[in-house]
């Protein structure tokens, strides 16, 4: 274990403060000021303004580019989507492999955070202190290849559903949903505040870019094959100053001295270096990539923990980032790595306090003498909110876990369960346990969650419907629906109409299913409950018109068929009812709960005779009605 003194000593570049540092951030005495730091800041504000005329060109005119960031590659991977941020992404990478990562130095957003952060702080006299860790530093490649492979190699390989290899591409580069794949504002801010500000407050200029962007583990990767680098001529005298330029912590002037040239894969190209090298020894020219260098000089690098801590802090990190990720359904991925990264940091140094006499934190003495002082004190109240609210959070994640696999486990389908009220008759024994257990978690994360997830909401909310407890199971939906975005929201809102139909509260059922619709007009389910709330509420002229429309979207559609059939014959429109039935009844599954299903909802609407063929079509078929007994009543 070190010393405090090391423990403050491992933060810095010890072998530049033996070569001229000045005193604690301040930069060595003499040293010139970077000419290409005022141009790199400039370009980043522009690549910040052109963000914001994008989200503004689209508020004004209701499309635009689909948004140029890189996680969107996810959805040309997985669905064939091919969008601006998967073309943006793989143009930066195959630049990345001749240039090196000036993507990431001059156009990334998050980066000019951290960079903003660090000359804010920098103002108010706390140099960002890089922290050294031998095991998170492959975070970020981990977190690209989870991010980017791990889907379709699970998809391929663990999943029933095998689609092609190369997925069908559709063209998705113009869009007027631009904000569909991004978090809401509110979380948003947050992100950027842990992301930009936090990470590089506890783990130095470069934190998020070193210990969780995804983009930047293959950015690396990519950077060791680019034969354009930094590199040095014989005019360098090991002054340092390149070194203590350097906010992506390379240590420049040892990496020239051993390889006569930078092979830090976290060199971002900033040119700070070449710029304040008094001996003008740097200068960026092509020659062997950084690949072809057998070892770099670890051997300068003073890592900030020991072997033991470095195992703690990867159990905390991958707990963190369990604890974090999409809890409530708010946290993004990139945001959860951030946080876990903040986390380790706060574990280890309160570690470090238990464990030995002298512990720093930037100026601040945290422990003296094996004395903890004020300082240290604050510090560990502050850590001790961090880490209590992750463990918080942790627990509020089991749950939401936990409900999503019970409720995940029931198979009833949908239609089926919703072709009357209180279903659970049917539920088979393993089914009606899941609810139970779904129920538990589920309301328990909702219990004590310290904010509202509409996606475990509304997945308690069916729970509640297939126990029994209709009405509780409406209040939810709509719930859930004030919080969910729009896809999300439309599906709510369906299903609410739907069960406000069941229960014979058509007027709201109708005004909810209209809200569906006006999320999401092609949900042809909608539709269908839609004509049966106007059908119930007298209105039969309208609903034969929704059905009609539904059925002259899609002539496939068994259940409208079936419901058109059966109004048009309790109209008295016997030759049209004819004609749609015999299209029903083609489009109609050979399977019993299906037709038990069609069978309940007509006699719901109280087109008994058609319901009457698909009871006996069921009874033909066989299938759970049979033995649940739910089904006798209405024969
Ligand atoms: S590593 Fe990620 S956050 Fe850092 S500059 Fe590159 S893309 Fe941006
Ligand atoms: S490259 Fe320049 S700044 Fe760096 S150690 Fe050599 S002389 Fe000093
Ligand atoms: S090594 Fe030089 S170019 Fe690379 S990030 Fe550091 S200062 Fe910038």
Request: hydrophobic share 45%; aromatic share 10%.
């Amino acid at each position: 274990m070190k010393t405090g003194c090391q423990d403050r000593r491992s933060q810095s570049h010890g072998t530049i403060r033996s070569l001229g540092t000045g005193p604690s951030g301040s930069p060595p005495i003499g040293m010139r000021k970077s000419k290409t730091s005022r141009w790199r800041a400039a370009v980043l504000i522009l690549v910040n303004l052109l963000m914001v005329a994008h989200i503004f060109q689209w508020r004004i005119t209701g499309r635009t580019v689909s948004p140029i960031e890189p996680s969107e590659t996810m959805y040309t991977l997985q669905n064939g989507a091919i969008n601006a941020g998967f073309i943006f992404f793989a143009l930066a990478i195959l630049a990345t492999l001749i240039l090196g990562r000036f993507v990431c130095g001059w156009g990334c957003h998050i980066l000019a955070l951290q960079d903003f952060c660090g000359w804010m702080l920098k103002k108010i006299g706390i140099k960002p202190q890089p922290f050294r860790s031998r095991l998170l530093v492959y975070v970020p490649l981990i977190a690209a290849l989870y991010m980017f492979v791990w889907p379709t190699v699970r998809q391929r390989l663990f999943s029933s559903e095998t689609g092609p290899l190369i997925p069908k591409f559709t063209n998705h580069l113009v869009t007027s949903n631009f904000w569909e794949t991004f978090p809401s504002v509110g979380v948003a801010i947050p992100f950027l505040i842990i992301c930009g500000f936090l990470t590089v407050y506890f783990l130095g200029q470069k934190g998020f870019c070193t210990y969780a962007c995804p983009y930047g583990g293959f950015f690396g990767l990519a950077d060791k094959l680019a034969p354009l680098r930094i590199r040095v001529t014989d005019a360098c005298n090991q002054c340092g100053h390149c070194t203590a330029t350097c906010t992506s912590n390379v240590l420049v002037h040892a990496e020239v001295k051993a390889h006569q040239m930078v092979v830090d894969a976290g060199c971002m190209k900033c040119m700070d270096c070449i710029s304040v090298c008094p001996n003008d020894a740097l200068y960026l020219g092509f020659g062997k990539p950084s690949i072809t260098v057998p070892t770099s000089p670890t051997a300068s690098i003073h890592y900030s923990v020991t072997w033991s801590e470095e195992i703690l802090g990867a159990v905390v990190f991958l707990g963190s980032l369990l604890a974090l990720r999409d809890v409530y359904g708010l946290v993004p991925f990139l945001m959860a790595l951030g946080c876990a990264a903040v986390t380790t940091f706060l574990t280890l140094k309160i570690w470090r306090l238990l464990k030995t006499n002298d512990v720093f934190f930037h100026r601040f003495a945290l422990k003296s003498n094996g004395r903890i002082q004020t300082a240290g004190w604050a510090f560990v109240l502050c850590a001790a909110a961090w880490i209590g609210l992750n463990a918080h959070s942790g627990w509020i994640r089991y749950h939401e876990f936990a409900g999503t696999r019970a409720f995940q486990k029931i198979r009833i389908p949908d239609e089926l369960a919703l072709a009357k009220i209180s279903p659970t008759s049917w539920l088979s024994p393993v089914e009606k346990q899941c609810v139970l257990v779904g129920e538990r978690h589920l309301q328990a994360a909702s219990d004590y969650g310290l904010f509202t997830n509409p996606n475990t909401l509304s997945k308690l909310a069916w729970l509640e419907y297939l126990s029994g407890a209709a009405e509780r199971s409406v209040r939810l939906l709509g719930q859930a629906a004030q919080f969910q975005k729009a896809q999300a929201r439309a599906l709510s809102l369906y299903y609410r109409g739907a069960i406000l139909n069941r229960l014979h509260r058509c007027q709201e059922a109708s005004v909810s299913l209209d809200q569906a619709l006006s999320e999401r007009e092609d949900l042809i389910l909608a539709r269908e409950e839609k004509g049966e709330s106007l059908w119930l509420l007298g209105r039969k002229d309208e609903a034969i018109e929704v059905w009609t429309g539904a059925i002259e979207r899609n002539s496939r559609l068994a259940l409208t068929g079936n419901l058109l059939a059966g109004a048009l014959r309790s109209v008295g429109r016997l030759e049209e009812a004819a004609t749609y039935e015999k299209q029903a009844d083609e489009a109609t599954p050979n399977d019993a709960l299906y037709h038990w299903m069609l069978a309940w909802r007509l006699n719901d609407l109280g087109m008994s005779a058609l319901a009457r063929k698909h009871f006996q079509r069921a009874r033909e078929l066989g299938g759970r009605g049979d033995s649940s007994g739910g089904f006798g009543d209405s024969r």
